[in-house]
């Protein structure tokens, strides 16, 4: 499984590390965050009806918030401020703007969903999956349109290109950390569970994030 996961997320790390080039219209941006951040939310919902959690940035809020009883959407925005500077460095400011804007829709949309959208206790099998296909499919769609959530990411760029530290080896490190702690705040099946749809998720990435299949060549 451990293995799994560091090659997905070496993987993930070089599509961001050779992103294709800019070929979106504004409008065709704007739907593509929009509806990206709204699927990611609305994963987070399933999560909280399961009690369970994920990796990266949005996995160590939504642990946070557990314990603290503080807003997932404030964590999670707050705690991707300081990744800003390496982002501007790594993958320049256009990147870095989408990115930003797509933090902050996706916590807002987060806070807002419970207000108007009510989901009962959901099995950990069921939300594990839901919560792990739609994150998925939103963090694809912010890909393709060079934007992304996660913080640890960009971490992850700077170590392997100044540290020659492998990325996947630095995202997997925190993912493991983020479970750890989980394991001090949750039972061991609900770390398990939440495993699986952190797999879900980054499997969806691997298989359909193509650049050679997908990106069209000028």
């Not at 070089?14 to 070929?23: G, V, Y």
């Not at 206790?121 to 349109?145: E, K, N, Q, T």
């Not at 039972?187 to 797999?199: I, M, R, T």
């Amino acid at each position: 499984m451990t293995g799994l996961l560091a090659r997905v997320m070496a993987h993930d790390m070089l599509l961001l590390d050779n992103p294709p080039p800019d070929r979106h219209t504004l409008w065709e941006d704007i739907q593509a965050i929009v509806t990206g951040t709204t699927l990611v939310a609305l994963s987070i919902q399933f999560l909280r009806a399961s009690e369970l959690f994920t990796g990266q940035i949005a996995g160590l809020s939504l642990v946070l918030s557990y314990p603290t009883g503080l807003p997932f959407g404030a964590i999670f925005f707050i705690l991707n401020l300081p990744f800003y500077l390496l982002a501007i460095r790594q993958l320049g400011w256009r990147f870095t703007i989408k990115s930003f804007l797509s933090v902050a829709l996706m916590a807002s949309i987060a806070e807002s969903l419970p207000l108007v959208l009510t989901i009962n206790r959901l099995h950990p099998a069921l939300g594990a999956g839901l919560s792990g296909m739609l994150a998925g499919v939103g963090l694809l769609l912010l890909f393709r349109h060079g934007a992304t959530l996660g913080g640890v990411g960009i971490v992850a760029l700077w170590a392997q290109d100044t540290r020659g530290i492998k990325a996947g080896h630095v995202q997997l490190g925190f993912d493991l950390c983020v479970f750890a702690l989980a394991l001090f705040l949750f039972d061991w099946e609900q770390v398990l569970w939440s495993l699986f749809g952190a797999v879900v998720l980054n499997l969806l990435i691997t298989v359909n994030h193509r650049r050679d299949r997908y990106i069209a060549r000028s």
